[in-house]
């Protein structure tokens, strides 16, 4: 890589950077802004008892000296504090545990999106104008069109109610399956589209004119030209996807009972757990960055062509 393409990632690294710490900032102070307090839902709580809580996690503090030291915590060592409600416990320790197996469900939803969805995409601009084209784009509009709350609700009463196929909780292997469709369903249906518009725009350039007017095989212009280069807008929506697939499996995750982080998370709000709620927030963010800058130099890399000027 060229030394234009190191700027572009230096100013990338650091516009991230410039990113998280706003996000640490916005989400400190708007949850010290709530009204009320982490401690409100506990039972015949007393005054003198409440003081003493929030000076044991530093809560009786000045703000400002709060969030400094909120910042440099995460800063040298990624320290999120402990959890008001879960005690004895590390925020960044149950966060941690919740993404493994959120992870789990986005990397799966991720590939299965990315396969059917450049297969569907590839099929309909080969079958342009056909019935074929008409019932993948009819199907896709829906899926785009339809949250992704709706469609799991939609399918646990179907297939877990109704016919008894799968699990309705994520207590076993096959509890897993409905998630995952759900979580995939929205990124297949847009991959889609995208592949079909991008592959209608290749098909109709000058080179691949010219090489059926040479006589290449069919399959080779296909899958050698046509298909390869429509993938570039692909590569470029597959990072900020997964990470769309992880940070929107918080409600998905709660209508299924998957122990992921988006339970984690929808269960600290309604805990009023703000440790917990600020931890996800930023880490969610954080990965949302990353995978962005991820997406972009990937995109450079597969393309040279692409400038950074």
């Given at each position: 890589?060229?030394?234009?393409?190191?700027?572009?990632?230096?100013?990338?690294?650091?516009?991230?950077?410039?990113?998280?710490?706003?996000?640490?900032?916005?989400?400190?102070?708007?949850?010290?802004?709530?009204?009320?307090?982490?401690?409100?839902?506990?039972?015949?709580?007393?005054?003198?008892?409440?003081?003493?809580?929030?000076?044991k996690y530093g809560m009786d503090k000045p703000l400002f000296q709060q969030?400094?030291?909120?910042?440099?915590?995460?800063?040298?060592?990624?320290?999120?504090?402990?959890?008001?409600?879960?005690?004895?416990?590390?925020?960044?320790?149950?966060?941690?545990?919740?993404?493994?197996?959120?992870?789990?469900?986005?990397?799966?939803?991720?590939?299965?999106?990315?396969?059917?969805?450049?297969?569907?995409?590839?099929?309909?601009?080969?079958?342009?104008?056909?019935?074929?084209?008409?019932?993948?784009?009819?199907?896709?509009?829906?899926?785009?069109?339809?949250?992704?709350?709706?469609?799991?609700?939609?399918?646990?009463?179907?297939?877990?109610?109704?016919?008894?196929?799968?699990?309705?909780?994520?207590?076993?292997?096959?509890?897993?399956?409905?998630?995952?469709?759900?979580?995939?369903?929205?990124?297949?249906?847009?991959?889609?589209?995208?592949?079909?518009?991008?592959?209608?725009?290749?098909?109709?350039?000058?080179?691949?004119r010219t090489a059926r007017a040479k006589g290449v095989a069919k399959y080779?212009?296909?899958?050698?030209?046509?298909?390869?280069?429509?993938?570039?807008?692909?590569?470029?929506?597959?990072?900020?996807?997964?990470?769309?697939?992880?940070?929107?499996?918080?409600?998905?995750?709660?209508?299924?009972?998957?122990?992921?982080?988006?339970?984690?998370?929808?269960?600290?709000?309604?805990?009023?757990?703000?440790?917990?709620?600020?931890?996800?927030?930023?880490?969610?963010?954080?990965?949302?960055?990353?995978?962005?800058?991820?997406?972009?130099?990937?995109?450079?890399?597969?393309?040279?062509?692409?400038?950074?000027?």
């Open positions: 890589m060229g030394s234009k393409t190191w700027t572009y990632i230096i100013k990338r690294v650091l516009l991230g950077l410039l990113t998280i710490w706003a996000v640490i900032t916005i989400t400190f102070f708007v949850m010290h802004a709530v009204p009320g307090g982490p401690f409100l839902s506990e039972k015949a709580i007393s005054e003198a008892a409440t003081k003493a809580l929030e000076m969030y400094l030291t909120y910042l440099k915590d995460i800063v040298t060592r990624f320290d999120f504090g402990p959890s008001l409600k879960q005690r004895g416990r590390d925020v960044i320790t149950v966060i941690g545990d919740g993404l493994k197996t959120s992870a789990k469900l986005g990397i799966v939803a991720a590939v299965i999106a990315l396969i059917i969805g450049v297969v569907l995409g590839a099929i309909a601009a080969l079958r342009r104008n056909s019935w074929i084209e008409k019932v993948i784009m009819v199907i896709t509009t829906a899926f785009v069109s339809i949250p992704s709350f709706i469609m799991g609700a939609l399918l646990l009463i179907a297939f877990s109610l109704n016919l008894h196929w799968f699990p309705a909780n994520g207590a076993s292997a096959g509890g897993y399956v409905l998630p995952i469709v759900t979580l995939s369903l929205y990124p297949m249906a847009y991959i889609t589209r995208l592949t079909r518009s991008s592959m209608l725009d290749v098909l109709g350039q000058d080179y691949i080779k212009i296909i899958f050698g030209h046509a298909l390869k280069n429509s993938l570039l807008p692909v590569i470029t929506y597959f990072g900020p996807m997964l990470a769309y697939i992880v940070t929107g499996s918080l409600v998905v995750e709660k209508i299924f009972a998957i122990p992921g982080v988006g339970r984690v998370f929808v269960d600290s709000i309604t805990a009023r757990d703000y440790p917990m709620i600020m931890g996800t927030t930023i880490v969610l963010a954080t990965f949302i960055v990353v995978m962005n800058l991820i997406s972009d130099v990937l995109y450079k890399i597969v393309d040279p062509r692409i400038s950074f000027d």
